[in-house]
């Protein structure tokens, strides 16, 4: 092998020890806490801290009481979960099967929460979803939708896009959670994948219109809806009016609707002004801690 190791300084290397010595020091911590039962190897693989999900699945298996290295090996094998496989690559199908095999132990993970997320147009709430795919506490549903794909939007990513005939054949079969017409086009949630998300543990996000968000609130009692208001009415309109090349008539339409959408906002849990992504995604996870009445983070 001709490649070098790459030059550290010495006050790199210093910080780079640091840094792994704390990272082996919070895994260790998480495993004594699954060791003593006061996490379940579900609160772990939820945590969302990157140091935690870079963890062997096979370690953790291994610490929960009752297991061990040879049961935890077994258990791998049965629900087709490779043995270096680390905590973030654990897919649904596989916390799923492992909560089977498990459920002997009587050890099940926490039924998820469905969070909705809704707001006037303009406001930011796909800046906001799109930093949440980044978060693995949370998972955000793909919804099906009948409108064409925009430059840059994938297919089974950005939404499902689909046909008229499609769309209709999935209303007639109850496949959605909730589905509305907007602007001229049909988007829904796909139920099956939320409920498969939310059985193994996660946060699923619904990013979704008013009239969504209402059927939501009439047919899931626990879900939590969330609206995102701008930090003023003028912003919001300048938001709305710096959009595009939109002609007169439909920067008033856009108007209109926006401010329609903003009555609405009492019908929601909670409104959280997005002053700024982080932020919200910030009093979004500590608005979950309290209605857990616990704090997620294991270790600290
Ligand atoms: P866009 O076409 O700009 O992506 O989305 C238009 C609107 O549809 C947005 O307000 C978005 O939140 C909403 N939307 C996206 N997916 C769904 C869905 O599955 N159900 C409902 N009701 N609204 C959705």
Redesign the pocket.
Known sequence: MSAQPPQLSAEQRTLATTKSIEARRKRAAVKEAVKSGSLTIFDVINDGDPIVSGMRVKDLLGAVPGVGTVKAEILMERAKISSTRKVAGLGPHQILRLREELSLTKIEPKRGRLIVI?GP?GVG??TITKALRDDSRFVV?V???T?EP?AGEMNGF??FFYSDEKFDQMVENSE?L???A??G?R???PAHSVEQWLRVGKNVI????I???R?IRATQSDALLIFISPPSWEELVSRLENRGTDSPERRAARLELAREEMAAASEFDRSIINHEVNQVITEMVSLLNELDGRNHQPTN
């Open positions: 809704s147009g709430k796909s549903s919804s099906a939708t409108r925009r950005d939404y959605f909730e589905w509305a907007f602007a086009n988007y829904g949630t619904l990013e979704i219109e009239a969504g968000a059927q």
